[in-house]
């Protein structure tokens, strides 16, 4: 998810709707060039780039007149433009809902969907596909399959779907299909091959939870994303947060419930070397979702930050598991499990390594052999330091 001000949002709007025939056009070469099976690249025709909070995004059709989209991608916006392929936009208005996790519906009558769309629910081994709005290509695309990683966590009500198809900005709001274009989910957030979906079967939930009985909870949960997300933009210049600022992103975020944006809000910290409080968000997250791969990626490297070898191992061991050939987790291992006191961590690192990147290998045998002295712990700033 990208962060962009209110003015940026009219311009992009505006970009689109001046270039709606050039749209069309290459949506037209985009179904044209879709090397997916048949089934995904029929699929497409159901999802839709949007504009309102976030300028650009991707919503799903479920069903005539009714698309489901990420709540971000809106916040407490109330309308949000959909472009269609053919040229032109339409409005849709946005359906209050209190349901908590990063899903919602967007009304716009006039879309009418090619019959009923099949869901299932995703298994180890299966391609995955995402379809999404393009932004350099300015129209609906279908990526490269990939495969799950973690299966949603159980017993955790807003748990994802972890998957390493490909996803990239404008994505938010679209559909992963398996290879007979069935709906396995809604496209949410990720990056650097850590992706996250949220698993199709909330689109009932969703649906229970959503009406205009909720429009001022339903605003308040928007307006507490829009806050959240303006106050991380502000911080990203930021030398130092002061403490009222602290306080306000910590509140707002966490009134969101988007897990995403907890992790952004521990990133933030971490930059300013507020080490308890960005520790604080990233175990918020995982309470929430214990499979989120990127909050434990997170984790792990804030907790190295402060010294916190031991409180690091518990993650990187996890990750190790899940990315045995991702050569940034694999060099953690090796120094985690090294300077944190485990051993079979640190032989087992070296052991993929050597297996996946064999020139890192006699790097992280040199560093498990002689065992060099930690780095000292980085002073933590607490609030109100100066």
Known sequence: MRVFNPVRTLLFA????????????????AQARCKAP???CKAAERVFSIASFDP?????LIETGLLVTNRHAVADNQRAQIFLPAGGQVLADVVPSVYAGDLILLRA?????PGDWATAEAAAGIDLYTIGFDVGRGAIRVYAPGRMLLPRAPGKPLARLHHDAFNQPGNSGGALVDAEGRLVAIVASGGEGRNEAIPAAEIEKLKSLSGPEHLAASRAIGEAT??????????????????????????????????????????TFGRQRMVDDSVEMFTRALDQDPNAINSMFAMAI????AGRYADEVVHLKRLVDILPAD???????????????DKALAEKSWKLLERHHPRLAPLARDFIDNNPTPPGRRPKRQRGDR
């Open 327 to 341: 050569a940034e987790v694999l060099r953690l291992g090796v120094q985690a499990g090294t300077w944190g006191g």
């Open 38 to 40: 048949d089934a995904v």
């Open 302 to 305: 804030i907790l190295r930050l």
């Open 226 to 267: 829009r806050k959240c997300v303006e106050a991380l933009d502000a911080a990203r210049g930021a030398r130092r947060l002061a403490p009222k600022n602290v306080s306000f992103i910590k509140e707002h975020c966490t009134r969101s419930n988007n897990r995403q944006l907890w992790d952004l809000a521990g990133q």
């Open 109 to 113: 009558p006039d879309l009418k969907a």
């Open 56 to 60: 650009t995004a991707s919503a799903v």
């Open 14 to 29: 505006a970009l689109l709707l001046a270039s709606s025939a050039g749209t069309a056009e290459a949506q037209s070469e």
